[in-house]
């Protein structure tokens, strides 16, 4: 089974902080994938990768990075952590285009204070 | 814009009872449609799809309809258990890299 991990569940973080969320799949995955989720907005894109060092803005790409130097890893990037960036992160990541499904990871609960 | 809507925010249902939650799609390149369920403080975990070239797929309990005429797409859960007491979120796909997720139907099952 393709495994996505997230390495933090819970993070509380200050204002101003620079925040970085790490993601790694096992499965030799192409696409990765960095979603917010919110109560009554559903799951929002943040930021896509489709290759190595490759990078592709979602839906809500203001106040994040990302950063893909190795294809099994995917980091999300808060440059200056806001409160509004309080949320539930999760990555994603599938096999390619043509409708490969997404295998989630389990999850990273942001609060910043 | 939102190219998937769930228009159902929340839905209840006696146990043994069918749960029916629906979605729906702007876009008619969308040829791919997942459902996946996410419990509290977990990721979303795949549930069942279908493709555009079908018009039903049956899993279990779980059966997704397709109407591509109305952009329409609903997943049956029969019968209705506590354990399905989650949020499910629709997603579709033009078969490119993305997929398109809905803002999700929290379901009740009551015992």
Redesign the interface.
Known sequence: DVK?TQSS?YLVKRTGEKVFLECVQDMDHE?M?W?RQDP????R?IY?S?DVKMKEKGDIPEGYSVSREKKERFSLILESASTNQTSMY?C?S?L????Y???????T?LTVV | DQQVK?NS?SLSVQEGRISILNCDYTNSMF??F?W?KKYP??????LI?I?SIKDKNEDGRFTVFLNKSAKHLSLHIVPSQPGDSAVY?C?A?G?????Y????TSLTVIP
């Open positions: 996505v569940r696409n994938f979603y009554g907005l559903g799951l894109l896509f489709y999760l994603a599938s390619g285009a043509g409708g499904g997404y295998t989630f990871g389990s999850g609960r | 769930q925010p040829d791919y997942l996946y403080a977990e990721g979303p975990t795949f799809s493709s979120f997603a796909s078969g490119g890299n993305q997929f997720f809905g803002t999700g």
